[in-house]
Protein backbone atom coordinates (compact mmCIF):
# COMPACT_ATOMS: atom_id res chain seq x y z
CA UNK A 1 0.00 0.00 0.00
CA UNK A 2 1.57 3.29 -1.18
CA UNK A 3 1.85 6.16 1.19
CA UNK A 4 0.22 7.05 4.59
CA UNK A 5 -2.64 8.90 3.07
CA UNK A 6 -3.43 9.51 6.68
CA UNK A 7 -2.29 12.73 8.54
CA UNK A 8 -3.67 11.82 11.94
CA UNK A 9 -6.57 13.98 12.51
CA UNK A 10 -10.23 12.79 11.86
CA UNK A 11 -12.82 14.04 9.08
CA UNK A 12 -15.51 16.54 9.76
CA UNK A 13 -17.93 12.95 9.03
CA UNK A 14 -17.44 11.49 5.36
CA UNK A 15 -14.24 12.68 3.64
CA UNK A 16 -13.54 11.35 -0.33
CA UNK A 17 -10.16 12.56 -1.78
CA UNK A 18 -8.10 11.27 -4.75
CA UNK A 19 -4.27 10.45 -4.81
CA UNK A 20 -1.76 9.78 -6.81
CA UNK A 21 2.40 9.10 -6.79
CA UNK A 22 5.29 8.09 -8.06
CA UNK A 23 7.88 5.93 -6.71
CA UNK A 24 11.42 5.02 -8.14
CA UNK A 25 12.66 1.36 -9.30
CA UNK A 26 14.55 -0.66 -6.77
CA UNK A 27 16.41 -3.89 -7.60
CA UNK A 28 17.51 -6.13 -4.77
CA UNK A 29 19.81 -9.47 -4.45
CA UNK A 30 16.86 -11.63 -6.13
CA UNK A 31 14.13 -9.10 -6.11
CA UNK A 32 13.34 -6.26 -8.66
CA UNK A 33 10.43 -3.52 -7.99
CA UNK A 34 10.24 -1.62 -10.85
CA UNK A 35 9.41 2.34 -11.49
CA UNK A 36 5.94 2.62 -10.44
CA UNK A 37 2.94 5.42 -10.54
CA UNK A 38 0.12 5.07 -8.74
CA UNK A 39 -3.39 6.39 -8.28
CA UNK A 40 -6.81 5.80 -6.85
CA UNK A 41 -9.68 7.59 -4.27
CA UNK A 42 -9.79 7.23 -0.47
CA UNK A 43 -13.16 7.84 1.08
CA UNK A 44 -13.43 7.77 5.30
CA UNK A 45 -16.11 7.65 7.51
CA UNK A 46 -16.48 8.95 10.94
CA UNK A 47 -17.78 6.90 13.84
CA UNK A 48 -17.14 8.27 16.71
CA UNK A 49 -14.87 11.41 18.23
CA UNK A 50 -11.87 9.74 17.93
CA UNK A 51 -12.27 7.00 15.51
CA UNK A 52 -12.79 6.64 11.58
CA UNK A 53 -12.62 3.91 9.16
CA UNK A 54 -11.40 4.19 5.80
CA UNK A 55 -11.72 2.69 2.27
CA UNK A 56 -9.47 2.68 -0.44
CA UNK A 57 -8.54 1.68 -3.78
CA UNK A 58 -6.12 2.03 -6.31
CA UNK A 59 -3.98 1.31 -9.85
CA UNK A 60 -0.70 1.45 -11.23
CA UNK A 61 -1.76 3.82 -14.43
CA UNK A 62 1.37 2.28 -16.59
CA UNK A 63 -0.24 -1.16 -15.72
CA UNK A 64 -2.93 -0.70 -17.86
CA UNK A 65 -1.23 -0.85 -21.31
CA UNK A 66 -0.12 -4.60 -20.18
CA UNK A 67 -1.47 -6.34 -17.43
CA UNK A 68 -3.80 -4.23 -15.26
CA UNK A 69 -2.73 -4.11 -11.28
CA UNK A 70 -4.59 -2.66 -8.45
CA UNK A 71 -5.35 -2.94 -4.69
CA UNK A 72 -8.16 -2.49 -2.21
CA UNK A 73 -7.60 -1.63 1.56
CA UNK A 74 -9.88 -1.31 4.48
CA UNK A 75 -8.75 0.14 7.24
CA UNK A 76 -9.87 1.84 10.99
CA UNK A 77 -7.80 4.62 12.55
CA UNK A 78 -7.79 6.17 15.92
CA UNK A 79 -6.80 8.95 17.89
CA UNK A 80 -4.81 7.85 21.75
CA UNK A 81 -3.97 11.08 22.42
CA UNK A 82 -5.12 14.38 20.70
CA UNK A 83 -2.84 17.67 20.42
CA UNK A 84 -1.39 16.58 24.18
CA UNK A 85 0.64 18.38 22.98
CA UNK A 86 1.02 16.15 19.84
CA UNK A 87 -1.61 14.09 18.30
CA UNK A 88 -0.85 10.51 18.67
CA UNK A 89 -3.04 8.38 15.60
CA UNK A 90 -3.09 4.66 15.27
CA UNK A 91 -4.14 2.95 12.34
CA UNK A 92 -4.72 -0.79 10.90
CA UNK A 93 -6.08 -2.66 8.33
CA UNK A 94 -6.43 -5.52 5.33
CA UNK A 95 -5.69 -4.97 2.29
CA UNK A 96 -5.52 -7.14 -1.40
CA UNK A 97 -3.42 -7.18 -4.61
CA UNK A 98 -4.71 -8.49 -8.04
CA UNK A 99 -2.98 -8.45 -11.18
CA UNK A 100 -5.23 -9.42 -14.35
CA UNK A 101 -2.85 -11.17 -16.55
CA UNK A 102 -0.83 -13.24 -14.10
CA UNK A 103 -3.83 -13.87 -12.74
CA UNK A 104 -2.39 -13.22 -9.12
CA UNK A 105 -3.74 -12.44 -5.81
CA UNK A 106 -1.86 -11.39 -2.44
CA UNK A 107 -3.20 -10.64 1.07
CA UNK A 108 -1.69 -8.06 3.28
CA UNK A 109 -2.32 -6.74 6.97
CA UNK A 110 -0.95 -3.66 8.09
CA UNK A 111 -0.53 -1.29 11.13
CA UNK A 112 0.62 1.79 12.05
CA UNK A 113 1.37 5.29 14.18
CA UNK A 114 0.47 8.57 12.92
CA UNK A 115 2.41 11.58 14.93
CA UNK A 116 1.04 14.98 14.19
CA UNK A 117 0.37 18.55 15.22
CA UNK A 118 -2.29 20.82 14.32
CA UNK A 119 -1.22 24.83 13.44
CA UNK A 120 -2.29 27.74 12.46
CA UNK A 121 -3.95 28.01 9.38
CA UNK A 122 -5.32 24.55 9.33
CA UNK A 123 -1.47 23.60 8.62
CA UNK A 124 -0.52 19.63 10.19
CA UNK A 125 2.92 18.09 9.65
CA UNK A 126 2.89 14.49 10.29
CA UNK A 127 5.62 11.50 10.30
CA UNK A 128 4.75 8.21 10.94
CA UNK A 129 5.41 4.46 10.38
CA UNK A 130 3.86 1.20 9.08
CA UNK A 131 4.19 -2.20 8.52
CA UNK A 132 2.64 -4.54 6.25
CA UNK A 133 3.49 -8.16 5.92
CA UNK A 134 1.73 -9.26 2.43
CA UNK A 135 1.16 -12.93 1.59
CA UNK A 136 1.52 -14.87 -2.05
CA UNK A 137 -0.39 -17.97 -1.69
CA UNK A 138 2.00 -20.88 -2.58
CA UNK A 139 4.86 -18.87 -1.93
CA UNK A 140 5.87 -16.69 1.65
CA UNK A 141 4.95 -13.77 3.84
CA UNK A 142 6.85 -10.56 2.52
CA UNK A 143 7.52 -8.12 5.41
CA UNK A 144 7.20 -4.56 4.06
CA UNK A 145 8.42 -1.45 6.54
CA UNK A 146 7.27 1.85 5.80
CA UNK A 147 8.05 5.23 6.73
CA UNK A 148 7.60 9.17 6.17
CA UNK A 149 5.67 12.07 6.58
CA UNK A 150 4.28 15.33 5.27
CA UNK A 151 2.27 18.32 5.28
CA UNK A 152 -1.61 18.63 5.25
CA UNK A 153 -3.87 21.31 4.45
CA UNK A 154 -7.47 21.81 5.84
CA UNK A 155 -8.64 25.13 5.21
CA UNK A 156 -12.58 25.40 5.96
CA UNK A 157 -14.73 26.20 3.09
CA UNK A 158 -17.89 26.58 4.73
CA UNK A 159 -19.38 26.24 7.98
CA UNK A 160 -19.20 22.21 7.42
CA UNK A 161 -16.84 21.65 4.43
CA UNK A 162 -12.93 21.20 5.03
CA UNK A 163 -10.80 21.16 1.79
CA UNK A 164 -7.84 18.79 1.70
CA UNK A 165 -4.45 18.76 0.11
CA UNK A 166 -1.66 16.97 1.43
CA UNK A 167 2.12 16.29 0.31
CA UNK A 168 4.22 13.25 1.32
CA UNK A 169 7.35 11.42 0.56
CA UNK A 170 7.77 7.93 2.12
CA UNK A 171 10.19 5.71 1.89
CA UNK A 172 9.64 1.52 2.17
CA UNK A 173 11.85 -1.42 3.09
CA UNK A 174 10.98 -4.81 1.48
CA UNK A 175 12.65 -7.81 3.54
CA UNK A 176 12.82 -11.15 2.28
CA UNK A 177 10.75 -14.07 3.76
CA UNK A 178 13.47 -14.45 6.96
CA UNK A 179 13.67 -10.84 7.71
CA UNK A 180 17.16 -10.68 6.42
CA UNK A 181 19.08 -10.11 3.18
CA UNK A 182 19.07 -11.57 -0.02
CA UNK A 183 15.85 -10.30 -0.88
CA UNK A 184 15.68 -7.31 0.70
CA UNK A 185 14.82 -3.78 -1.59
CA UNK A 186 14.56 -0.17 -0.87
CA UNK A 187 12.55 2.78 -2.05
CA UNK A 188 11.27 6.05 -1.80
CA UNK A 189 8.40 8.44 -3.44
CA UNK A 190 6.26 11.35 -3.20
CA UNK A 191 2.52 10.98 -3.02
CA UNK A 192 -0.17 14.39 -3.49
CA UNK A 193 -3.65 13.94 -2.14
CA UNK A 194 -6.42 15.93 -2.66
CA UNK A 195 -10.13 15.92 -1.89
CA UNK A 196 -12.89 17.69 0.86
CA UNK A 197 -14.06 16.54 4.21
CA UNK A 198 -18.43 17.26 4.85
CA UNK A 199 -20.49 17.44 8.33
CA UNK A 200 -22.35 19.30 9.92
CA UNK A 201 -19.29 20.06 12.27
CA UNK A 202 -15.79 21.18 12.10
CA UNK A 203 -13.17 18.96 13.30
CA UNK A 204 -12.11 18.96 16.92
Known amino acids: ?????????????????????????????DLTLADTS???????????NEIAVAVAGGFAPSSLDGSPAGVVELE??????????????????LDAYG??????LMFGAHAGAIVS????????????????????????VYPWLQYGGGVSWRPRLDESTRGLLAVE??????FGADLVSPGDIVTWGVMVQAGASFGNEVEK
Open 76 to 93: LQGRVLNEAPVTLSVLGG
Open 117 to 140: RRLPGSIRPYAGVKINPVYNPGDA
Open 99 to 104: QVDAES
Open 1 to 29: VYGLRFDGSMPVNTEISAVGGVFPGSMGD
Open 169 to 174: ASGYHG
Open 38 to 48: VAGLVGRQRLG
